[in-house]
Nanobody
Framework: QVQLVESGGGLVQAGGSLRLSCAAS????????MGWFRQAPGKEREFVAS????????EYADSVKGRFTISRDKGKNTVDLQMNNLKPEDTAIYYC???????????????????WGQGTQVTVSS
């Protein structure tokens, strides 16, 4: 069974940091782009960051540029999201996703991704 499992969420004060991790099981995602999305209560899911299959290309939403960093470890089949200087508006459920097609460069469209994790809650208090 192919699975993506997120971890690392929690409660943090504004200005703090969290590191989310997404672990893949069932098959390797090393040839696929990976993305992080988030959904806040009452809002639509939105793109946060993506990383290409090779790990050499990344993309970020404007709202997180300079604060969040996406990275991948092909040896561990994991993708991490380092989140610094967190703000209350970053509060959401964070999901990782794997691209439909291999050798994808990633991107912000959720339709590019067809395997999703169950999400991890991030809450930032003011």
């Amino acid at each position: 069974q192919v699975q993506l499992v997120e971890s690392g969420g929690g409660l943090v004060q504004a200005g703090g940091s969290l590191r989310l991790s997404c672990a893949a099981s069932g098959r390797t995602f090393n040839s696929y782009a990976m993305g992080w999305f988030r959904q806040a209560p009452g809002k639509e899911r939105e793109f946060v960051a993506s990383i290409s299959w090779s790990g050499t290309s990344t993309e970020y939403a404007d709202s997180v540029k300079g604060r969040f960093t996406i990275s991948r470890d092909k040896g561990k089949n994991t993708v991490d999201l380092q989140m610094n200087n967190l703000k209350p508006e970053d509060t959401a459920i964070y999901y990782c996703a794997a691209s439909k097609s291999p050798y994808d460069y990633g991107g912000s469209r959720s339709a590019q991704y067809d395997t999703w994790g169950q999400g991890t809650q991030v809450t930032v208090s003011s």
